[in-house]
């Protein structure tokens, strides 16, 4: 049974009752538990996708379907928000935040919280779509459609907004977050650019809805006023506005082309740089009626994108904050504010921090010191709102331009020291004597002395080995001079006493002599081919060849072990030196044969298997396998085992294959050893090139 520590159990009930506090004050200032709800509702479905996030990809799905996915939850995001700005909940025109009532906002509030469950799905399906459609043509072409539709499905459920506006901003974050996933950069600057892009969207999608609302009402005035004459006292709107009548005869002075054309009982908004009006004709075709108010222009829009950006920011600071007092493993999301601890991270935060909190405290004193005179501190502190934004971005790039200009030198040593090796280590280069410049001059220090340090062991190791090597080759030579000597004094010997039987004898030690001269020979040349191999022939053949041959020259061998090959029907085309690899194989099998000399129902199995990367040649004995305590030496040079030989054989193998690039191993147990050859896979050669390979017939 698994035990919970008591540190992740007190973080975790702490960030939970915070988490539902926050849900309670907006269900108590809303006066609906609605706000609430979707409070939670959205960061548990951010979790959900978090978690689902680390799965493998699924794998019976379409580029298509993800392309749909993703486009379609941005559309969700939308209807929700034509569902919180709808007059039902006290959405308006406005010109001023202030306009609204509270609970609106609170509504608003919590819509927020969606927002990162939109962009966490969103991205989730574009890593889907990646996985399932590597081409990059076609997954523009799939991001292109999947914005098409949305932008018709958002249309469906009467959204107030064209559908070239809706294709435009649905295609903008789907393609800035497949340029985010092809950066593969977790940075700050990504969670402002969706941020913004959000707000903004949002913010111009509500406004709209705003003038919408705006319209019907004025609408409906002109039309109570034309029947009766006045404005009907049940109408009642939250915004101050004017309304008058123009005659046949003074209307062209006032109004536009378009609304002196209209029909009678028609209408129509005439918007100017100075008034937002409805322009009605009356029924009976004897003047117009003009409903509106002057016009607030892009402010109320700049301001809503100002508001949402902060409210957002602030927003996911605190889910960000909420996951780590939980305990999450924020490590293993590589999104922004997530992943591994970051210095830059922690600067750039730093400077969004103080930001806001000057912000709040500067809005907190100006409010408590202009509270008197309302309308004068509603449209101060709106313009210091979208003033404030602007000068928090600036402030947020200053802030990552310093963060960067910290932690670039310090990612750049970490990479180098990463990547430090005993030699051939470059030097990194500072402009500046200050700390990171000591830390780059005692790193290049390190590795200067460090490629000493190597050059000298290097060569203690080089004389230590052919020093070895040396003892080795005298003890191999040394063994056959003594009975060569003795050989020839008895030679010697003979053709004093016995001259008639010194031509006989002469033609014995002649020949074991030569004999003896041979071996020498032999073990000559042995130490020189290891001690370097001649150039490497590299051509591409099929590896099939070889083992194939291998087979064929053991199939008969002394030791009477029964042989067996396994390989598959396709070719598996390497790039090496055929002699070479078939002096390894002869060399592999050779050493199971002798493993099996006493063993009567010794067997030998030759395999090979590719899977389009690599070629895996496997030599398997059933011998009695090799000791725990020797298995570390097998590689070593002039280490053997047998009672003859020099054990230069698998140490020659070792060199020759990784020389093409690949490796050796083996696997042992009581019940018998397995060498393993690994070699990387190549296409098939040309036609006309000229190899050594020849298709191999298999029986």
Not at 5 to 17: E, K, V
Not at 153 to 159: H, N, S, W
Not at 240 to 261: E, G, K, R, V
Not at 288 to 295: A, F, L, S
Request: include cysteine; proline fraction near 5%; aromatic fraction near 10%.
């Amino acid at each position: 049974m698994t035990t919970i520590p008591t540190n992740y159990l007190f973080r975790y009930i702490g960030a939970t009752a915070l988490q539902g506090a926050t849900a309670a004050g907006l269900g108590y200032l809303s006066q609906s538990f609605w706000p609430a709800l979707v409070w939670l509702l959205g960061n548990g479905l951010s979790l959900w996708i978090l978690r689902l996030m680390q799965r493998p990809f699924p794998t019976k799905t379409t580029g298509w379907q993800h392309a749909l996915l993703a486009a379609w939850g941005f559309v969700l995001l939308l209807l929700a928000l034509h569902r919180f700005t709808s007059p039902a909940t006290g959405w308006g025109g406005f010109n001023h935040l202030t306009d609204l009532p509270l609970n609106t906002w609170v509504s608003i509030t919590a819509l927020l919280s969606l927002v990162p469950t939109t962009w966490l799905w969103m991205l989730h399906q574009l890593q889907c779509l990646r996985h399932t459609t590597s081409d990059r043509r076609k997954r523009t072409l799939l991001l292109v459609t999947g914005a098409a539709s949305g932008s018709l499905a958002a249309l469906l459920p009467g959204i107030h907004w064209g559908i070239i506006p809706l294709f435009l901003s649905l295609s903008a974050m789907l393609f800035s977050l497949d340029i985010y996933l092809d950066s593969n950069r977790t940075s700050i600057t990504w969670l402002l650019v969706w941020l913004l892009l959000f707000s903004l969207i949002m913010a111009v999608f509500a406004y709209r809805h705003s003038q919408h609302a705006d319209t019907v009402a004025y609408q409906q005035f002109a039309q109570s006023i034309d029947s009766l004459g006045t404005l009907d006292n049940q109408y009642s709107y939250h915004l101050t506005f004017q309304w008058d009548t123009l005659s046949p005869y003074t209307a062209p002075t006032q109004l536009t082309a378009t609304s002196i054309n209209l029909s009678p009982g028609k209408g129509a908004m005439q918007i100017t740089p100075e008034r937002r009006d409805w322009v009605f004709h009356r029924l009976n075709g004897s003047g117009y009626i003009r409903v509106g108010r002057p016009n607030p222009g892009f402010r109320p829009a700049l301001t809503l994108t100002s508001l949402f950006f902060l409210m957002g920011l602030t927003y996911v600071l605190f889910i960000r904050a909420w996951h780590w007092l939980s305990g999450f493993p924020i490590a293993q999301w590589q999104f922004p504010l997530y992943g591994n601890s970051s210095l830059r991270t922690r600067i750039q935060l730093s400077f969004f921090g103080v930001a806001l909190i000057a912000f709040l405290l500067m809005g907190w004193f100006t409010y408590g010191f202009l509270k008197g005179e309302a309308d004068y501190v509603r449209n101060w502190l709106e313009q210091l709102l979208s003033l404030y934004v602007f000068l928090l971005l600036i402030a947020g790039a200053l802030g990552i331009f310093i963060a960067n200009s910290i932690t670039e030198p310090l990612v750049q040593i970490g990479q180098k020291l990463g990547d430090t090796r005993l030699n051939n280590n470059e030097p990194l280069h500072w402009p500046k004597d200050d700390e990171i410049g000591r830390i780059v001059s005692n790193y290049n220090r390190m590795i200067s002395e460090l490629e000493e340090s190597a050059t000298k062991l290097a060569a203690a190791e080089r004389e230590d080995a052919w020093r070895e090597m040396a003892k080795q080759v005298a003890h191999e030579i040394k063994n056959p001079l003594t009975p060569m000597k003795l050989q020839l004094q008895q030679l010697q010997r003979i053709e004093k006493e016995y001259p008639e039987r010194a031509r006989e004898w002469s033609e014995k030690v002649a020949r074991n002599l030569i004999e003896q001269i041979d071996g020498l020979a032999l073990i000559a040349t042995a130490f020189s081919h290891f001690a370097r191999l001649p150039a490497a022939q590299a051509t591409v053949f099929d590896l099939r060849e070889v083992a194939q041959s291998t087979h064929q020259l053991f199939l008969i061998n002394d030791e009477n072990v029964a042989l067996s090959l396994a390989i598959p029907d396709t070719p598996c085309w390497v790039l090496a030196d055929k002699d070479q690899l078939i002096r390894v194989f002869n060399n592999l099998v050779k050493n199971a044969l002798q493993a099996l000399q006493a063993q009567a129902d010794g067997r030998v199995h030759i395999q090979i298997e590719s899977d389009n990367k690599e070629v895996l040649l496997a030599v398997t004995d059933n011998g009695s396998g090799i000791p725990e305590a020797i298995r570390h030496k097998i590689f070593q040079p002039n280490f053997t085992t047998k009672s003859s030989g020099m054990g230069l054989g698998l140490a020659l193998c070792k060199n020759i294959i990784e020389q093409a690039n690949g490796r050796i191993q083996f696997e042992s147990s009581s019940t018998g050893t397995t060498f393993q050859v690994h070699l990387p896979m190549v296409s098939a050669p040309p036609i006309n090139c000229t190899t050594s390979h020849k298709k191999p017939t298999f029986g």
